[in-house]
C-alpha cells in the first residue's frame, strides 16, 4: 500500500533518513515509535509528498509518487487524510466550517449534504453541539476530535496521525485511542500513527516500525516488537537510561 525503498533524507549535513526500507500494510494500524528528533515526521511527510528524498523510491498503491506533475500528485493526496501535531484548525473559522471546509474545497455538494455529512462526522468522533463553537474556545481533546471529524470526512483510504495525543491527560488521550482504534474498525483505512505513547500505542495497533539512526530497526507485529530481544528496541520500549541509546 505505501512502500519505501532506500530512502535518504538530509537537510544539509544532517542525514535524516539513511537508506529506509518500510511497508505499510494496506488497511492496518501502523505504528512508528522511535527517539525525538529521528526523524518520524519527516518519514510520514514523504508518505504524502510533502518531503522528496534525496534518492530511492516512494509507492502508494503502487504507483510512484516520486516525479508526478503536481495535479497528479494532487490526485494521489486525495487518498490521505491526515492529523497533525496541532490538529491544524483554522482559528477564525468555527468548527463547523473547518470540517466543512474540505468538502466546500473539494466537492459540488448542496448545503444540506454538507451540513448532514458534518454532523455525522462530528458524531461520529463523539462530538455534539459544539458546531457553532470557535476552536480556540475547545480543549485539546475536543480540538483532536474535531481534527479527527475532518480527516474522516472525505472517507480516506489512508490516514497519517502525527503525534494525536501529545499534550492531553491520561484519560483524554486513552478515549482519542479507542476513537482512532473505533473509527478505524468502522472504516477500514490504513492507519500510520507517529507516536510517543508505550505501550498504550500498543494496544491500538497492529504493527509497529521503529525508526533509529535513518532506518526501520525492527518492523513487526505488535508482539513482536512489545518482545522484541533487540537491545535497542528493548531500551526504548522499557525507557531505561542504560543501553544502547546514548543521551545527548
Ligand atoms: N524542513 C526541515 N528543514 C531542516 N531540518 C528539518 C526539517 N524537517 C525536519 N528537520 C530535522 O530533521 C530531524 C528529524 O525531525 P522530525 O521532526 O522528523 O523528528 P521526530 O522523530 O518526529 O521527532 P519528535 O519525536 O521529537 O517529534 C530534526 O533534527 C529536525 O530538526
Redesign the pocket.
Known amino acids: 500500500m505505501i512502500k519505501l525503498t532506500n530512502v535518504h533524507k538530509s ?2 549535513p ?1 542525514k ?1 533518513l539513511d537508506g529506509l526500507d518500510l511497508s505499510i500494510p494496506a488497511g492496518q494500524i501502523t505504528a512508528i515509535i ?10 510520514i511527510k514523504h508518505m504524502i509528498g510533502l ?1 522528496k528524498p534525496d534518492n530511492g523510491a516512494i509507492e502508494v498503491d503502487g504507483e510512484s509518487i516520486l516525479g508526478l506533475r503536481r495535479q497528479h500528485l494532487n490526485r494521489v493526496r486525495e487518498k490521505f487524510g491526515m492529523l497533525f501535531q496541532g490538529a491544524a484548525l483554522f482559528d477564525s473559522m468555527n468548527v463547523f466550517d473547518n470540517v466543512a471546509f474540505p468538502l466546500r474545497e473539494k466537492t459540488k455538494l448542496s448545503k444540506d449534504e454538507i451540513r448532514a455529512r458534518v454532523l455525522s462526522a462530528l458524531e461520529d468522533v463523539g462530538l455534539k453541539n459544539v458546531e457553532r463553537k470557535f476552536t480556540d474556545e475547545l480543549s485539546g481533546g475536543m480540538k483532536k476530535r474535531v481534527g479527527l471529524a475532518r480527516a474522516l470526512l472525505l472517507k480516506p483510504k489512508i490516514i497519517l496521525f502525527d ?1 494525536p495525543t501529545t499534550g492531553l491527560d491520561p484519560i483524554i488521550k486513552r478515549a482519542i485511542h479507542q476513537l482512532i482504534r473505533d473509527t478505524h474498525a468502522k472504516f477500514g483505512f490504513t492507519a500510520v500513527i ?1 507516536s ?1 505513547e508505550i505501550p498504550a500505542i500498543f494496544d491500538i495497533a497492529q504493527n509497529v516500525a521503529m ?1 533509529y539512526k535513518g532506518k526501520i530497526l525492527q518492523f513487526g507485529t505488535t508482539d513482536e516488537v512489545r518482545t522484541s530481544s533487540h537491545p535497542v528496541v528493548r531500551q526504548f520500549i522499557s525507557g531505561d537510561l542504560d543501553g544502547p541509546i546514548q543521551m545527548v
Open positions: 537537510f544539509g544532517q535524516v522511535g527517539p525525538s528528533g529521528e526523524g518520524k515526521s519527516v518519514l518531503l503525534e507517529v510517543h525508526l
